[in-house]
């Protein structure tokens, strides 16, 4: 499941954070609002991120772990993900216009979010410090914990963990939007 989310995150804001630089003259010339291009690159990704979870479902299933109730809490925790990763994205795709490099940074810093999730280790097995900064420094963390809760179980399923991922979620998405829509027009100018 971490790899899973992680390379959605990775995959999804490389290819529609360029999306500007790469279609500067439709997105300039046409009538369709800009934020549609970005989810249309987004949803194809998203679509690969559905069944690469559907084939973590089956394998929760095979195992036992399976449970349509879980399920049922999954699918706010997977719009919140996809909106905080919007939010991401649509920040991307500002930034790009503006400094070139920032394409070749962020590709390094997702990298490293590979690392820095709990992913191959739990978060009870870091010190207490470094537990912390994982949890509240990287923002996957509480939607990876919550989804494993869902697909695995074996611990009591945490509330807090859960809401703190879904209002990770909505604010990504809203300050992403709102730079989206306020740098826009000066960002394509610039692309």
């Known amino acids: 499941l971490g790899v899973v ?19 500067r003259d439709f997105v300039l010339n ?7 291009l970005i989810i249309s690159v ?13 084939c973590c479902g089956i394998v929760s299933a095979l195992y036992g772990f399976f449970s349509w109730k879980s399920m049922l809490l999954f699918l706010p925790l997977f719009s919140a993900y996809i909106a905080f990763i919007l939010g991401i ?19 390094l810093l997702s990298r490293v979010f590979l690392f820095i999730t709990p992913i191959f280790y739990a978060l009870h097995q870091v010190s207490p410090f470094a537990r912390k900064m994982i949890y509240f420094m990287n923002p996957i963390t509480p939607f990876l914990i919550s989804t494993r809760q869902l697909f695995i179980g074996g611990e009591a399923f945490n509330w807090l963990v859960y809401a703190h991922s879904l209002l990770l979620g909505g604010s990504f998405f809203i300050a992403g939007y709102s730079i989206f829509i306020v740098f826009e027009n000066i ?5």
């Open 187 to 191: 960002a394509l100018e610039r692309a």
């Open 42 to 54: 987004l949803a194809i990704h998203v679509y690969k991120f559905l069944i690469e979870l559907i």
């Open 5 to 23: 989310f992680v390379g959605f995150m990775t995959t999804a804001t490389n290819y529609a954070g360029r999306v500007f630089l790469i279609n």
């Open 30 to 36: 046409s009538p369709a609002f800009r934020e549609n």
């Open 89 to 107: 994205t649509m920040t991307l795709s500002i930034l790009y216009c503006f400094a070139r490099d920032i394409e070749h940074i962020w590709a």
